[in-house]
């Protein structure tokens, strides 16, 4: 008897969805990977997200970069090499051949007897590529509510948020928290009690004209769509730049977003109890509009 019946419902769970194990590509009701593999039973894993535009994968140097970096940060060998994973990723998505995709890919510290320690360098890589429809104009017309968690980002010297590592259990807890009181993501403070980030994006405020981001050293992923504002923010001259805030100062933000490589940036319009009028501000739509472009570029 099945114990858990809802399982059978992957088709429909994931249409128009591929998955390449190890460079094969299966549907995603054949995509099966062992229970014995480290990534399922330890979150002993690396991983990017990113998406395909006219399909072409957004950024992709840079993810490949971040993937490498994180599996040195968790000292983790890549057995792959980076053209390897990058002919997976591209035969990936052209077998999906749709306008828009998500793309994931993971690699996984792979399999060995069970017992945290690690006895042979190996790997597991799952590439997972589904049509992308544009997420709800509302969000980028109206902005979204973010609350300040009660749950701490991970300390850089426990597991370093700079990895993008499999193991999101923190973030996971600070969402379900989060939607329970309905509110759209949340946004975590470090031990020393400054902002870090949101469960899947950066977080920027804007006060007097300055747009801020916290350091990297506050304990974050250095996201990508980031290192591009901060770029577009030179460039365009644009004031301000990393600098630690607390969560008091966040909440006298004029305007603030997060920022993702799959949504790009997003306003906020809400803080808790505290709306942020008139969101998207302008600061924040000259920002979106110069994204758009570096986009289309
Ligand atoms: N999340 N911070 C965290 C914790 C993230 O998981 C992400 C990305 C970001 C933004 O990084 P980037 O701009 O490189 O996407 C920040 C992806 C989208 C995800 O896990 O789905």
Known sequence: MAMNPKN?????????????????IYPPEAANISVFDRGFLYGDSVYEVTKTIKGKCLFLEEHLDRLY??????AMPVLFTRAE????????????????AYVRFVVTRGITPIGLDVQTEQNNMVIVVKEYPDYPAWWYEKGVSVCISSFLRN???????????????????????????????????????????????????????EILTPPLKAGLLKGITRDKILDIMKKEKFK??????????????????????????????????????????????KLMTSYEKLLKA
């Open 155 to 209: 300390d850089p010297k426990a597991t370093d948020p700079n990895a993008k590592s499999g193991n999101y259990l923190n973030n996971v807890l600070a969402l379900l928290d989060a939607r329970k009181k309905e509110f759209f993501d949340a946004v975590m403070t470090n031990k020393d009690g400054f902002i870090t980030e949101g469960t899947t994006n950066n977080i920027w405020m804007i006060k007097n004209g």
């Open 8 to 24: 059978k419902n992957i088709k429909d769970l994931f249409p128009r969805t591929l998955v390449n194990i190890n460079g094969e």
């Open 85 to 100: 994973i990058k002919k997976e990723i591209e035969k990936t998505v052209k077998a999906l051949d749709v306008d828009q």
């Open 240 to 285: 301000g730049g990393e600098k630690n805030f607390t969560p008091a100062e966040f909440l006298e933000a004029d305007e603030a977003f997060f920022t993702s490589s799959t949504k790009g940036i997003v306003p906020i319009c809400q803080i808790n109890e505290k709306i942020l009028q008139n969101t998207p501000g302008p600061i924040t739509k």
């Open 69 to 74: 970096n994180s599996a040195e940060l968790i």
